[in-house]
Nanobody, 118 residues
Framework: VQLVESGGGLVRPGVSLRLSCAASGFAFSGHAMGWARRVPGKGLEWVSGIYSEGSTYYADSVKGRFTISRDNAKNTLFLQMDSLKPEDTAVYYC?????????????WGKGTLVTVSS
């Protein structure tokens, strides 16, 4: 399983940014995927998830501003981030969820840094 994020950068408050996650090594279309973020010095925060059939979920902190989507033909996950705020500054990680026995196993990418600052 390989997950490679891209699209991060330094942006001003209020602008938009789109993150991508290129997935390989597994049947992408059949797995739930998601995004999480880590603010420097703080814990990991779940941001958004999308199931294989397309249902989407968002943290309250990003609801209405972020949109998760997937392109199963290109094995790629996206996170469209609009109206960015300084508090969105974090390293964003892509993840893939696999069933493992009675539970789940999550695979993670190495992350892409998003900095929102004026």
């Amino acid at each position: 399983v390989q997950l490679v994020e891209s699209g991060g950068g330094l942006v001003r408050p209020g602008v938009s940014l789109r993150l991508s996650c290129a997935a390989s090594g597994f049947a992408f279309s059949g797995h739930a995927m998601g995004w999480a973020r880590r603010v420097p010095g703080k814990g990991l925060e779940w941001v958004s998830g999308i199931y294989s059939e397309g249902s989407t979920y968002y943290a309250d902190s990003v609801k209405g501003r972020f949109t998760i989507s997937r392109d199963n033909a290109k094995n790629t996950l996206f996170l469209q981030m609009d109206s960015l705020k300084p508090e969105d500054t974090a390293v964003y990680y892509c993840n893939a969820v696999f069933p493992l026995g009675p539970g789940l196993r999550t695979y993670w990418g190495k992350g892409t840094l998003v900095t929102v600052s004026s």
